[in-house]
Nanobody
Framework: VQLQASGGGLVQAGGSLRLSCAVS????????VGWFRQAPGKEREGVSC????????YYADSVKGRFTASRGSARNTIDLQLNSLKAEDTAVYYC????????????????WGQGTLVTVSS
């Protein structure tokens, strides 16, 4: 199983970005895809998760109403739309896969992408 996260970049506060996670080696219908982020000096935290079997989505309180996870237009991809970005959203964003339902903590996830950097300037 391999994951490739992309779409990060530099954006001004209030702006938007769309991250994408391309998953290979497993069918999305049988996994959950989580998005996590890690800012310098901080622990990795969960941002969002989508259970691809029924597209159920979950969000951290800090991003609820601003971020949206969905199936991507490309096959076997999951996107994360980031709107109304704030300086505190600056971090490396990772996607991860686990067989089963979404989990809040990073530990249960079995496979990880390499991360994509999102920098929000204030």
């Amino acid at each position: 199983v391999q994951l490739q996260a992309s779409g990060g970049g530099l954006v001004q506060a209030g702006g938007s970005l769309r991250l994408s996670c391309a998953v290979s080696g497993v069918t999305l219908d049988y996994v959950s895809v989580g998005w996590f982020r890690q800012a310098p000096g901080k622990e990795r935290e969960g941002v969002s998760c989508i259970e691809a079997r029924d597209d159920s989505t979950y969000y951290a309180d800090s991003v609820k109403g601003r971020f949206t996870a969905s199936r991507g237009s490309a096959r076997n991809t999951i996107d994360l739309q980031l709107n109304s970005l704030k300086a505190e959203d600056t971090a490396v964003y990772y996607c991860a896969v686990r067989r089963g339902v979404c989990a809040v903590a990073p530990g249960p996830y079995e496979y990880w992408g390499q991360g994509t950097l999102v920098t929000v300037s204030s």
